[in-house]
C-alpha cells in the first residue's frame, strides 16, 4: 500500500520569510512524487516532480523539495515568500508499476501576511 | 497550445436532468482523467482513459458516464445526480500513464445539484 501525509493543514508565513511545507510518504516501491499547486477556484498547476534523477529537485516560482529516501520525506521549500504564494498546496505519489493513479495528500493551505 | 479546456465553468441543475461536462487539450496527450473535488479536499481520481480507452474506473457510481470520442476530447455525462454530488470537477491530461508523466489539469467545472 502507498500513501502520502502531509503534515500541516494549514502554514502562515510573513512575506519575505520561507516556506517549508512538509510531506512525508509510504510506499513498498521507488515512488514517483510531485507537488501540485491550485489556487483559489482554479485547476491544478505542477510545481515540481521527483523520478527517481537528482534528489533535489527545483521547480517553478523559486520552489523546490528534496527527495530523502531514509526519512521517506519530499518537503517543498522557498527561500521568501511572495503573496502570490498564497493557495493550497498538494503532495501527491504515483506508484512506479500502477497506471498513473495519483494518490493526493489532504493538502496544505498556504496563507503569506504582508 | 499547454492548456486543458473545460466547459461549462459552472453548471447547477435539477436532479432529474442529463448534461455533459467537455474537456479537450491538444497536446497529443494519450491518456485523460475525471477528478471530483469537494469543498476543502483533495482531488479524487474518478476515471482514467488509455488511448481512448477505459482504464480504471474507480467504483464510480452509475450516474456518472464517461466517454471519450477522440483522442483529444473526453466527456463526463451526468443522470440523475444527487445534491452531494454537487462538487468541482477536473480534467486531466498526460502524455502516457507512465508515473514519469505529469498530469496537466483544466480550470474545472463547478457543479450544484439542486
Partial sequence: AQSVTQLDSHVSVSEGTPVLLRCNYSSSYSPSLFWYVQHPNKGLQLLLKYTSAATLVKGINGFEAEFKKSETSFHLTKPSAHMSDAAEYFCVVILKYNNNDMRFGAGTRLTVKP | ?114
Fill in chain 2, 1 to 114: 497550445d499547454t492548456e486543458v479546456t473545460q466547459t461549462p465553468k459552472h453548471l447547477v441543475m435539477g436532479m432529474t436532468n442529463k448534461k455533459s461536462l467537455k474537456c479537450e487539450q491538444h497536446m497529443g496527450h494519450r491518456a485523460m482523467y475525471w477528478y471530483k473535488q469537494k469543498a476543502k479536499k483533495p482531488p479524487e481520481l474518478m476515471f482514467v482513459y488509455s488511448y481512448e480507452k477505459l482504464s480504471i474506473n474507480e467504483s464510480v457510481p452509475s450516474r456518472f458516464s464517461p466517454e471519450c470520442p477522440n483522442s483529444s476530447l473526453l466527456n463526463l455525462h451526468l443522470h440523475a445526480l444527487q445534491p452531494e454530488d454537487s462538487a468541482l470537477y477536473l480534467c486531466a491530461s498526460s502524455q502516457g500513464t507512465s508515473a514519469y508523466n505529469e498530469q496537466f489539469f483544466g480550470p474545472g467545472t463547478r457543479l450544484t445539484v439542486l
